[in-house]
């Protein structure tokens, strides 16, 4: 009883979803990061999967504040000389909308073999629609 | 001079040593003077665990406290405040267990701070 309290293995999984459209693309990044390591409950511990799947929706729709439309790059390189390619915000918007979630969400998310687990248990839909309908998630848009 | 032979000494200084890297990888526990390498390495992150234990633990429970505050709509600052004002000096280790088991025993205490 002393002891700090540590939870057997989680096997239930908990779906959530969310509405993407007209959301911050940071503050709802770090939301969705939080919730996916469950720190929003008390028996969280650093090296368990609480087993938290969220579903992200109408991705095509997240915005960012002020010039970042425009001005915000996206950079990768191939690893041959030449290679490095930019985009703007806007640009991969056009072509791979789910991108720009993920990208914002892994980086918040921490780095190791459960960080890449929990970014797994992500899906964005660009869409209105999502194939997970059996799972009933639960609605937490306005977060 | 006198013969002198040099008997067990240094079997026993190593047999500690030895002792000390049961369970290590390899030759790290069995020839001696590899695993003298690795059991200094060994007492050494065991001393700076020991305090880096004292912080993570403290982290958890942090954690621990501010997700039990969600519900109530507080924030573990607004919470510890108000706990230091109303003079209960539970510390956070038990703030985090009683979160946890006693669901009951922390609504409580948030009413008294607020």
């Not at chain 2, 013969?3 to 290590?24: E, H, M, Q, S, T």
């Not at chain 2, 880096?52 to 982290?59: E, G, L, P, Q, T």
Request: charged share 25%; proline share 4%.
């Amino acid at each position: 009883m002393n002891d700090t309290y540590i939870p057997n293995k989680n096997t239930s999984k908990k779906w959530y979803l969310i509405d993407a459209s007209d959301q911050t693309l940071g503050r709802l990044s770090t939301k969705i990061a939080s919730i996916l390591q469950g720190k929003n409950n008390i028996d969280y511990t650093p090296f368990l999967n609480t087993q938290s799947y969220i579903i992200i929706i109408n991705a095509q729709s997240i915005t960012v504040t002020g010039q970042k439309k425009y001005k915000k790059l996206y950079k990768r390189h191939s690893g041959q000389p030449g290679g490095l390619k930019i985009e703007t915000f806007e640009q991969l918007n056009q072509r791979m909308p789910n991108k720009i979630i993920e990208k914002a969400v892994k980086g918040m998310l921490p780095k190791g073999p459960l960080g890449r687990k929990l970014f797994t248990q992500l899906k964005v839909y660009a869409n209105n629609n999502h194939p997970h309908e059996a799972q009933q998630p639960e609605d937490i848009t306005l977060k | 001079m006198i013969r002198v032979k040099r008997g067990n000494v240094a079997r026993k200084r190593r047999k500690n040593i030895l002792k000390l890297a049961k369970g290590f990888r390899g030759s790290h526990s069995s020839l001696f003077r590899t695993a003298k390498q690795q059991v200094l390495k060994s007492l050494r992150y065991s001393y700076v665990g020991r305090k880096n234990k004292k912080r993570d633990y403290r982290r958890l429970w942090i954690v621990r406290i501010n997700a039990a505050l969600i519900p109530f709509g507080l924030t573990y600052s607004q919470f510890i405040c108000g706990l230091k004002k109303s003079h209960i000096g539970l510390n956070r280790k038990m703030l985090g267990q009683i979160a946890v088991v006693d669901n009951n025993a922390f609504e409580q205490l948030i009413n008294i701070t607020k």
